[in-house]
């Protein structure tokens, strides 16, 4: 069985590329689909006044917002999928995930913003695709999603 990784930020750029592996356009059935957000790690400002149990309980309640849509697109359409809560450097988890699972494809809705603001603020899709141990996919949303 194939193994994707998904990843998700909670935008409907991320819901378009759920649909886009549920219309099965290019990705042959029967695959498991890894669904994962990455929350950034706390300042150490923050960890020197919040225990540890409430910042976990943070990242795990913001990832959990984050996935709810595209896991209700694979459920209601049937495919199987399994929910990766992680924090740190974004790239970095998403393609230690890919790694992990042993991924054939990351799969990622992009925002389209273009190469000039990218190189200004950075961008998670662009780190991904540059460095994916696989093929990297990137899905643009329809502009009645945006």
């Given amino acids: 069985m194939s193994q994707i990784v998904l990843a998700t ?6 819901d378009a590329a759920a649909r886009f592996i ?7 059935p029967g695959f498991t689909v890894h669904v994962v957000h990455v929350t950034p790690d706390v300042t150490g ?17 913001e ?3 984050a996935m709810a849509s595209v896991c209700a697109i694979f459920e209601s359409a049937g495919v199987p999928f ?3 809560a992680l924090h740190g450097f974004a790239p970095e988890k998403i ?3 890919a790694k992990s699972v042993g991924a054939d494809a990351i799969v990622m809705g992009t ?21 994916a141990p696989c093929p990297v996919i990137m899905v643009k949303a329809e502009k009645s999603a945006r």
């Fill in 82 to 84: 399994e929910r990766h």
């Fill in 22 to 28: 549920v219309d099965g356009k290019l990705l042959q």
């Fill in 63 to 65: 990832s959990g917002k």
């Fill in 45 to 61: 400002g923050v960890r020197a006044f919040v225990n540890k149990e409430t910042i976990d309980a943070w990242h795990n309640e």
């Fill in 111 to 131: 925002h389209g913003r273009g190469s000039f603001f990218d190189a200004v603020l950075g961008s998670v899709a662009g780190r991904v695709l540059a460095l």
């Fill in 95 to 97: 393609m230690g995930l």
């Fill in 9 to 14: 930020d909670g935008s409907p750029f991320s």
